[in-house]
């Protein structure tokens, strides 16, 4: 059994995470953490406030891009459907931006008032939104699912039309032998007088 002495301490190479822990208390030192150990300068980059920040910042750039791109996308046309739900509402069951002319009311030529409540609903649904999902948690969620996704194996094209057409047929087979159970039935029930006219009369 080997024992450890205090010499073999001192003259081991320090981990990567002892070395990015120097950089994050020397910064001066990054460049030469990074020519000795890449992987530690990254923990260190990752670990060092880059001095960015505020409402607009993106949480991890570049990092599981194309779902964050298809959920905020699909977020915006839910926000914009809900707006003109809201919109055609006030149009239909509320009478701004409509004048009296004598003994008629008549709308206003710009619908000022609707367009800014709904406007202010709307980008305010929108900032929402991109609070919520540039939130650490929600991101991290949404890079582990691209990653996920990245390991699911997509059938061919072969396996696809094998499959649909197996779908097809099943239908087809299901379907006429519904229709066979659904004619006798209806025969059977002329017959002792339950309905007054056959299936085809």
């Known amino acids: 059994m080997a024992l450890v002495t205090r010499d073999d301490e001192q003259n081991d190479p320090p981990s990567d995470d ?12 990054a460049d030469e953490v990074a020519q000795r150990s890449p992987v530690a300068a990254e923990q260190a980059k990752a670990a060092v406030p880059t001095g960015k920040g505020g409402f607009f910042h993106l949480n991890k750039p570049g990092q599981g891009y194309w779902t964050r791109l298809g959920t905020a996308v699909s977020l915006g046309l839910l926000i914009l459907l809900v707006a003109n739900f809201l919109y055609v509402s006030l149009a239909t069951r509320t009478s701004l ?3 009296m002319v004598g003994n008629d009311l008549r709308a206003n030529a710009f619908p000022v008032w609707k367009v800014s409540i709904i406007g202010v609903l709307t980008i305010g649904a929108l900032l929402l939104a991109w609070k919520y999902m540039n939130g650490p948690t929600v991101v991290d969620f949404l890079i582990a699912t691209e990653s996920e996704m990245k390991k699911v194996n997509w059938t061919s094209r072969k396996d696809l039309f094998g499959s649909t057409k197996v779908v097809i047929i099943f239908m087809f087979l299901i379907a006429a032998i519904l229709f066979v159970i659904d004619m006798a039935f209806g025969y059977f029930f002329y017959l002792i007088n339950v309905l007054k006219t056959g299936p085809f009369a």
Do not use: C, G, I
Not at 18 to 29: F, K
């Open 97 to 99: 931006d409509m004048h």
């Open 18 to 29: 002892e070395r990015a822990e120097e950089v994050q208390e020397e910064p001066e030192r």
